[in-house]
């Protein structure tokens, strides 16, 4: 476990001294997890201790030192500090701990990062009803570069609960794991779950960024900021029909390496693909594994794309039409973001049109650039409808520009 200097560890069996409510401590491990133990201690024993439990509200200070610069992390390791259990989220109570300090922890990484023994496992409002066990340790992302008070309030507690942390997030109607491996080797994964009600947008508490953001596979959102590498990307229902979803693979140039299924839950006329848009390439990953040796260092989210389709009429090799383009416009852009061209579509053009149907803005994008922007800089707050023409085939989408 990486634990860094954030927390305190208890050296002995033998030691005294206070807990601080909330704070996260690492304790009883076994050997290959510590360091060597100082004389008078045993590593992987028991450890007891006495004294009152806490069972008024308590708060913790956490902080997002990466923001901060200078090597920082957003990491903060606390503790659930009542003797009983907490509700971990709204399915397991009204009043819960990711509800209650949904303005303190980073909206990206809205969840309970809990380790397993060798990864983290991420809980947050796609898990199911989860509780968290009585002194359990466990990470968050902190929002904001000054200190600011995590709570766990009293009505948080619950008798409800099993264990430590559940086994992990429970599969909802549909989803799909995927893994990248080297040779027999497994190195990362990274999780699409769907569900009514979800956006291609961040959504808070159902999304979450991976714990390492160098993590050899991880995902974008569909729309939005492309900034944050996604562990667990949720959308709704609708986005199985047609979406293109940006998928970043890290390797280095030389290694060969394997992206397949590991888990699951579609139904049976939704394909899924991964696209490569420097070979000109789609892989049915329901029918067989992505196999390549990258010819350079692998790294950003323009060349792979994971693809959902409501038919299987596409097969390897084939192209995307201009309906699987990712067409977005987020709030805080003055431009809206085309996503996933390719030279198979030929000459594209961009329009923007008002509701009047006059035309404000016009382009014509370069086939060869996967990722192209047109400007919304001057436009007056409203409702606008951008078009997309490549030949006979025309995609419209409705933008609001703010």
Known sequence: ?????????????????SFTPAQGYAMAMSPEDL?????GGTAGTTVAFTGAMETTSQSINIVNN????????????????????ISG???????????????????????????????????????????IAPGQGFWVAAASTSDAALDFTAAMRTTTGTGDFVSGPQLLTYNVGLKLYNGEIERAATNFYFRDGLSLGLDPGYDAGAYNQSTKLSTRLA?????????????????????????????????????SIADME????????????????????????????AQSNLSGVDRFFIVFKDNSVL????????????????????????????????QLNATIFNILGMTVREKAL??????????????????YIIQLKSGNQVFTKKIVVH
């Open 1 to 17: 476990m990486q634990l860094d200097n954030i927390l305190d560890m208890l050296q002995t069996d033998t030691d005294t001294g």
């Open 223 to 259: 729309q939005g900021s492309q900034e944050t590498a996604f562990a667990i990307n949720a959308m709704g229902m609708d986005a199985m029909q047609n979406t293109r979803v940006p998928l970043e693979i890290r390797q280095n140039a030389g290694q060969a390496f394997t992206i």
């Open 315 to 346: 097969s390897n090799g084939d192209t995307l039409g201009i309906n699987a383009l990712n067409v977005y416009k987020a709030n805080t852009d003055s431009f809206v973001t085309i996503a996933g061209i390719t030279p198979e579509l030929g």
């Open 66 to 85: 990466h923001a901060n610069g200078a090597g920082g992390r957003r990491w903060n390791l606390v503790s659930n500090p009542f003797p009983s259990y």
């Open 35 to 39: 360091p060597p133990p100082p004389s």
């Open 266 to 293: 579609l139904p049976q006329d939704i394909s899924v693909y991964l696209e490569d848009t420097l070979n000109g390439t789609l892989t049915s990953l329901k029918d067989g594994d992505f196999e390549l040796t």
């Open 366 to 383: 370069n086939p060869a650039t996967a990722t192209q922007t047109i400007s919304t800089q001057g436009l007056v707050s409203g409702l």
């Open 89 to 131: 989220n709204t399915a397991a109570g009204v009043t819960n701990f990711i509800d209650a300090n949904s303005t303190v922890i980073d909206n990206e990484r809205l969840a309970v990062y809990g380790w397993n023994g060798s990864d983290y496992d991420i809980y947050n409002e796609l898990s199911g009803a989860f509780s």
